[in-house]
């Protein structure tokens, strides 16, 4: 499995998948392909299919599912990019869906991608309920991620709407915004692999587990990157260093190819991006 | 079929899926439950369930998809009612979510309920990819709508926003506006209704056709009720007319109880409110 191969079929389901920009609403479409097009690095459409070779699945069985995690992730950035939120002008080096459409059309691009995200993970050739029921709990979970993210103070007018919203702050609190806003995503994306590949639910668990030690990972090798995490540097090489192993115990007897997996959660530690 | 046993049912099912306001995310769910709870005429679930009864369907077969259609109605006015959308401060004589819960806070609950519909729409008991797939397609066919109605000036920020989305205004505008911001969702609650209760592809063709011209009906007399139709009263009254009378005829040849859908027509003819 190389990851180009992977890659290019993330992006050719991507294409397929997103409406053309034309008739009454081309501006819309055109927004939402903005947004998903912007070059991101695709890791979640990757574990999604990865997760369906683990466990002995075709990897073209997971595309829409694939799809749909990064369609999904791309509304989430949308969203959070807006003025009453982050308040980001720029990602990714351009400027950010709500500075080039306006901030109705980005809480439109957002919504409307949100939908799309679901539709297209419908598609998938089994397990459509599973696998729905999971990428609905986890799209309610990476709210509730958002939320507390918002009282951490990250977003600029953060702690003003997330006490709105009476999310208690403190310790627990860094753990269950990590656990939501990162991780949830990943969860979603490695348990609907599976279930697109046809694993049983002892498989799917497994992939649940690795995705929420491999998304923590992801968070805390964040925080070492930015400087700017909940613990101290030591502290937090130390909590990157006991989620991946987490991570790569959880792929032990699965009965498909793990390597994919393994060589990701590996790559996270000491990334430079 | 008693319209308060319908009503009782939906409810209920809202009841049992919407997230209870405990834990660190309490203030989200309580928006979540603000939105949905604040007493609205349940008129999409109720074509959702008469429609499992309209294909010989049981109507508890589709409570899920009923509750699901409701949540995805009520996140649309969620977002609708924000300051960058129609800046509106009231609904139904309480203040809107944004207004009680801050702009991030209804941007979010918005949000979290969009996808809690699509994971309530996957505990149907039957034909859940289609489910998925109607609520899916509608679900950015509403978004569309969106668009064109702030094109339509009926947004305070409107023209601008929907300028920057680049729709063309235009006559057919307004039959796109309708189709997409009202007909869409009374589509997806009739299609998921009869897909739910096991009906055939005709028949969830013809309750699609049926809602569609429900739709428009229902928006028509929204115009008359409230003076400001795009066309003068009487023509727009022929088309209430036209279009009650087009989702009657769609009712023809099904094979369960149609009265509760036909009662439903006939009773948005003159209604007073």
Not at 39 to 55: D, E, F
Request: charged residues 25%.
């Amino acid at each position: 499995m190389e990851r180009e191969r992977l890659i290019a079929l993330v992006e050719a389901t991507l294409d397929e998948v997103m409406p053309r920009p034309d008739g009454p609403a081309a501006g819309l479409f055109e927004a939402m392909r903005y947004a998903v097009g912007a070059g991101g690095k695709r890791i979640r459409p990757l574990v999604c299919l990865a997760s369906s070779a683990a466990v002995g699945g075709d990897v073209e069985d997971a595309r829409y599912p694939a799809a749909a995690i990064e369609i999904l992730h791309n509304y989430t950035l949308v969203h959070d990019d807006l003025p009453a939120m982050d308040n980001d002008v720029e990602r990714r080096g351009k400027p950010t869906v709500w500075k080039k459409f306006g901030e109705a059309g980005a809480i439109l691009a957002g919504d409307a991608l949100l939908a799309l995200a679901y539709q297209v993970a419908a598609k998938s050739p089994r397990n459509v309920a599973e696998i729905v029921g999971v990428l609905g709990e986890m799209g309610v979970g990476v709210v509730m991620g958002q939320v507390g993210d918002l009282e951490l103070g990250n977003g600029e007018r953060g702690t003003a709407a997330a006490k709105a919203m009476a999310v208690e702050p403190g310790n627990g609190e860094v753990e269950f915004v990590y656990r939501h806003k990162t991780a949830d995503l990943f969860i979603a994306a490695a348990k609907m692999g599976a279930l697109a590949g046809g694993g049983d639910e002892a498989a799917v668990g497994k992939l649940g587990e690795f995705a929420l030690n491999l998304g923590l990972a992801f968070q805390y090798e964040d925080d070492l990157l930015d400087g700017d995490g909940a613990w101290p540097a030591d502290e937090t090489r130390r909590l990157v260093d006991e989620s991946t192993a987490a991570a790569l115990a959880a792929l032990e007897g699965l009965p498909g190819d793990v390597s994919f997996l393994c060589g990701l959660a590996r790559s996270l530690v000491g990334r430079k991006a």
